[in-house]
């Protein structure tokens, strides 16, 4: 695993590059937006609608 000589030519893509995949920066993006979206359609769930009082 360590002896791979692919490993510093993947880990070079950006900071926060995946172990062995070379997936970069904008892998971590997708996934931090998807949690977000995720989380806010939670909450969105959870609390209470208000009624229309009129």
Same mark, same amino acid.
């Given at each position: 695993m360590y002896?791979? @000589?692919a &490993? @510093? &030519?993947a880990a070079g893509i950006g900071s926060g590059? #995946?172990?062995m995949t070379g997936a970069g920066d904008v892998f971590w #993006?997708? !996934?931090a937006a998807f949690a #977000? !979206? &995720?989380l806010g359609l939670?909450?969105?769930r959870i609390v209470p609608v208000r009624a229309d009082r009129s």
């Amino acid at each position: 695993m360590y002896d791979n @000589p692919a &490993a @510093p &030519a993947a880990a070079g893509i950006g900071s926060g590059t #995946l172990a062995m995949t070379g997936a970069g920066d904008v892998f971590w #993006l997708a !996934l931090a937006a998807f949690a #977000l !979206l &995720a989380l806010g359609l939670a909450v969105k769930r959870i609390v209470p609608v208000r009624a229309d009082r009129s």
